[in-house]
């Protein structure tokens, strides 16, 4: 588990505030339970159940999550809980700390994802962060201009990360053994020390880290997107533990709707929103909008839809599962209804 990172406070925009305040609770009742409490929202209408604290696993990742966590926004709609957020290196950390009962909601990638649910993790993913695009990508040194020349070359990812998904798949569309190419598991900020040091040719691996390399003379040979127009659509995810949502409904829908008001920031004010990402990531934020816009946002009303939570999502995860037996990553592919009853579209259809 890694120790979350102090990043220098924002001043909140009013206008975004405002918007966020229908998520605010305005006063709280004890129900007698030892680890929870109830909250009453500022319509009055609905008693929220909640827990004392909840555990947030995040990434360094420019999207939402990061404006739910500058902004506070579930805190806004939970006043009497404590939110934790805890910084994560990678989705397969994040099974990791689901699995041993150390956090509540995380953002794992779509192949982490898809071997949790292979394996039994007991968690669900209520909420799609991302598309991945150009966000994620293969970046080389200038010599290199296929991936055939890949043969004999030592590239890094994060292991059981979307982007060693992607490598693993774009290797198998050039024909490439990838036992002939030294792939070594590293994490993004360990990543980019090996590229300026030279011990690496090259890494598939995400923003920011990407655009660093790409800064420091790294080549994009294939990106994401191209791999989606193949059919090997990544994603970001929100998933929730299972036994979290069960007991706590409510703060699942209000997560997401917290989630889903992140997601109108980044399509409807790309510039506020990049402000945002930008100081929470310590970056530009002419960097942080460049990143941003190599990502695909999708609000809850479409997630709900049968191309994404509705049905497709449930598909490409055991798709990804699949790929990933071939691969020799996972024993086995679970049955369909697994990966089925590991999506719940219920929470962003409420919100939508």
Not at 119 to 143: C, F, P, Q, R
Not at 244 to 251: E, H, I, L, S, W
Request: glycine residues 8%.
């Amino acid at each position: 588990m890694t120790t979350p990172r102090l990043r220098r406070p924002l001043v909140a925009v009013a206008a975004f505030v405002a918007l966020a305040s229908v998520l605010a609770a305005c006063s709280s009742d004890s129900d007698g339970a030892k680890d929870s409490k109830t909250t009453t929202t500022a319509a009055g209408t609905k008693a929220i159940d909640a827990p004392d604290k909840i555990t947030i696993a995040y990434q360094a990742i420019p999207n939402g999550d990061l404006i739910v966590k500058q902004q506070k926004l579930l805190e806004k709609a939970l006043p009497d809980t404590k939110i934790d957020w805890k910084l994560f290196d990678s989705g397969g950390a994040v099974n990791e700390a689901i699995t041993s009962g150390d956090i509540d909601f995380g953002l794992a990638g779509s192949s982490p994802v898809s071997r949790g649910l292979s394996t039994g993790i007991g968690y669900k993913v209520v909420w799609i962060h991302d598309v991945i695009g150009d966000a994620e990508a293969l970046a080389v040194k200038s010599d290199i201009t296929s991936i055939k020349d890949l043969v004999g070359k030592t590239i890094a990812t994060p292991f059981a990360s979307t982007s060693h998904y992607s490598l693993l798949a774009a290797l198998n569309d050039a024909g490439v053994d990838p036992t002939k190419v030294k792939i070594i598991d590293s994490e993004p900020d360990d990543i980019y020390a090996a590229w300026t040091a030279g011990d690496i040719d090259g890494a598939y691996v995400w923003n920011p880290n990407l655009a660093k390399i790409t800064a420091d003379g790294g080549k994009v040979l294939i990106t994401s997107a191209d791999l989606a127009k193949k059919g090997d659509t990544t994603y970001d995810l929100g998933v929730v533990s299972t036994k979290f949502a069960d007991q706590y409904p409510d703060v699942v829908d209000a997560w997401v709707k917290a989630q889903d008001k992140a997601v109108g920031l980044l399509n409807d004010d790309p510039d506020t929103a990049a402000e945002i990402i930008g100081a929470e990531l310590d970056i530009d934020t002419k960097d942080a909008k460049d990143q941003i816009g190599d990502l695909i946002f999708v609000s809850a009303k479409e997630q709900a839809g049968e191309k994404y939570l509705g049905g497709a999502l449930a598909a490409n995860l055991e798709k990804a599962a699949t790929f990933n037996q071939e691969q020799g990553e996972i024993d086995k592919v679970a049955a369909t209804k697994a990966y089925e009853d590991g999506v719940d579209a219920a929470p962003a259809k409420a919100a939508g």
